[in-house]
């Protein structure tokens, strides 16, 4: 199934938006598998977003190496990153990151937010 999107994706030429998750908090493994994929299949300038990204630096050296054009997407749960995932957020240049804030889950203080930004 995740082939044929990649397929679709190269052929409309839209974004590839990628949700990444693995056993705990670390989505590293899941995400060498869908980067090694996704190297075989698409260009390597297709523009990618990342979304709700929790992986650690080298994976976030590596998507960045492979794919010029992709970006990472962060929402409320970096309040609980581990120092690895924090590392990461922090490598992330700033033109390739993407803050979600109309999360339903956003919590700014001890407000709850559920309508768009």
């Not at 976030?60 to 962060?74: I, M, S, T």
């Not at 700014?108 to 930004?117: E, L």
Request: glycine share 6%.
């Amino acid at each position: 199934m995740f082939r044929a999107i990649l397929d679709k994706v190269i052929a409309t030429g839209r974004v590839l938006i990628l949700h990444i998750r693995g056993k705990g908090k670390s989505s590293d493994v899941p995400s060498r598998i869908v980067r090694t994929e996704t190297a075989k299949r698409v260009n390597w300038h297709q523009r990618i977003h990342i979304q709700s990204c929790t992986l650690g630096p080298e994976e976030v050296a590596l998507w960045g190496k492979a794919f010029p054009n992709v970006y990472f997407g962060f929402s409320a749960p970096v309040s609980s990153f581990q120092r690895e995932q924090l590392t990461a957020l922090r490598r992330v240049p700033s033109n390739r990151l993407l803050v979600k804030t109309d999360a339903p889950h956003l919590v700014i203080g001890k407000r709850k937010f559920h309508t768009p930004a």
